[in-house]
């Protein structure tokens, strides 16, 4: 599941069985709600001509090359 548990280090601390259920229960939804959000690149667009060489482009004496 990919929780750490110190069983040792809980029993020194004196905690329950049940309280230790709860902290892993606790951490696997935090976990969960974490993953449930996805980050994702806004889409790819073409890029857009400046006037400038759109004009350029239009103008009768351009030679493509």
Do not use: E, Y
């Amino acid at each position: 599941m990919g929780v750490s548990i110190n069983a040792a280090d809980a029993v020194r601390q004196g905690l329950r069985p049940d309280t230790l259920r709860s902290q892993v229960l606790s951490d696997l939804a935090a976990r969960g709600d974490a993953t449930a959000i996805v980050a994702t690149p806004p889409a790819v667009t073409a890029p857009k001509l400046s006037p400038i060489v759109a004009a350029a482009q239009k103008s009768p004496g351009t030679v493509n090359r």
